[in-house]
């Protein structure tokens, strides 16, 4: 009987045991399963196996030289179908990142890694990229295919302008000459928001290797758009200033004035020398005062735009010629001719008073017609020498009147 008390007492024993090593063992296995990665959402999910108090997920790039300038921690999020998930937009996964989901289950801490590597041949992937906005409403990307790009690889370019919305592929892309794909060009943008975010993802197809993505943090819109040149550019002078006036240009989102920012290139044509270009912020309206002494015949204005926050510079305006303005000249001309006119008319009077007042002071004395004096004056006389007449031809012939008397 003893023995069959031990027997049974043994069995509890060991039963218990058993008990303890199996929980032990569950509380030792992670209550995180299913975690997989979606790259082009940039999304982390998860399932849990049992309860759990507190929860975080991280991010962190393989290359350690690289720090990100966003936040790296999120607070995990459940869908109706009780998968976790953390979403990190800005995080770049082209280079490789680690993942990890760090919660407390049963007032232990359990930790679960995800690896994530960009599988395909070193070089291979696009690079260079990038893209700009212009005419409003356009829009261009370009990329260079890499350093060891096999011949046949054929890249493909996704975009997409919110993490909750579906990738679209490009429509028209650019080829070069061999025919590789290196930019895409899109022909309607749609209406824009001042929120827009652009994402892109670049990867390739080949049948000699695996090609790896290239991805990025999400473009903002208004610092992607390349301004067309300022309109409507004028010059005017007001004797003291040459007075420069434009407008700006057509633009994509609605932004103040003050976040335009312009450079004025003025110039002497011909000259050797540069002078350094002035910068300025928008205003309303844009104004630049020039001092008629800081002006040549041959100075030239020419303008450009950017926004404050990039470096995507316009296309410089026409270049105009300062020197004197067109209905300046025009009027001044006016002015040149009415001034010599009265000059003129000026000296005229002048004249006129000037010979009127010197035929008062200096009278003339009348005198008489040399046709009438002559009349008067009596033949010259000839002396007869020796009572003989002059010969023939010595004086002017007379006319000789013969009177006969009648009887």
Request: glycine share 4%.
């Amino acid at each position: 009987m003893a023995t069959i008390l031990d027997l049974v007492s043994f069995l509890v024993l060991l039963n218990s045991a058993f008990r303890g090593q199996a929980q032990l063992a569950q509380e030792n296995i992670s209550p995180i399963t299913n975690m997989q990665l979606d790259p082009r959402k940039r999304m982390l999910t998860w399932n849990y196996i049992r309860n759990v108090s507190q929860q975080e997920c991280t991010y962190s790039p393989l290359n350690s030289s690289i720090m990100p300038n966003f936040t790296t921690r999120q607070i995990p999020r459940v869908r109706e179908d009780n998968t976790y998930f953390c979403i990190f937009p800005n995080c770049v996964l082209h280079r490789g990142a680690q993942l990890t989901v760090n919660v407390t289950c049963d007032g232990i801490v359990s930790q679960e890694f995800l690896l994530f590597e960009n599988r395909g041949r070193e070089g291979s992937g696009a690079v260079n990229f990038s893209c700009f906005i212009y005419n409003v409403r356009l829009m261009n990307c370009s990329w260079v295919p890499g350093p060891r790009a096999p011949a046949d690889v054929r890249y493909q370019l996704f975009w997409w302008t919110s993490l909750d919305k579906d990738e679209v592929e490009c429509v028209h892309y650019i080829m070069d000459p061999t025919g590789t794909r290196v930019g895409c060009h899109f022909d309607q943008l749609g209406e824009p928001q001042n929120m827009d975010n652009y994402f892109f993802l670049v990867n390739g197809t080949s049948n000699e290797t695996a090609i790896p993505f290239l991805d990025f943090v999400p473009f903002e819109a208004r610092k992607m758009e390349k301004y067309d040149p300022p309109i409507n550019i004028t010059i005017s002078y007001n004797r003291s200033h040459h007075i420069i006036q434009w407008e700006n240009p057509e633009i994509r989102y609605e932004l103040s004035s003050h976040v335009l920012y312009y450079e004025l290139d003025i110039q002497r044509a011909g000259s050797a020398s540069k002078t350094n270009p002035v910068f300025q912020r928008g205003q309303d309206p844009n104004v630049y005062l020039m001092p008629r002494s800081a002006v040549r015949p041959d100075t030239t204005f020419r303008v450009r735009v950017r926004y404050l926050h990039n470096e995507l510079w316009s296309e410089w305006s026409p270049t105009l010629r300062l020197g004197l303005p067109q209905q300046d000249f025009r009027r001044v001309l006016v002015e040149v001719v009415v001034a010599a006119t009265a000059v003129l008319a000026l000296v005229l009077m002048c004249l006129c008073k000037w010979f009127s007042v010197r035929s008062r002071l200096f009278p003339r004395i009348p005198q008489v017609k040399k046709e009438i004096t002559g009349t008067f004056m009596p033949p010259p006389e000839v002396a007869w020498e020796g009572g003989r007449p002059p010969p023939l031809g010595s004086q002017e012939p007379e006319d000789v009147l013969m009177v006969e008397e009648m009887s």
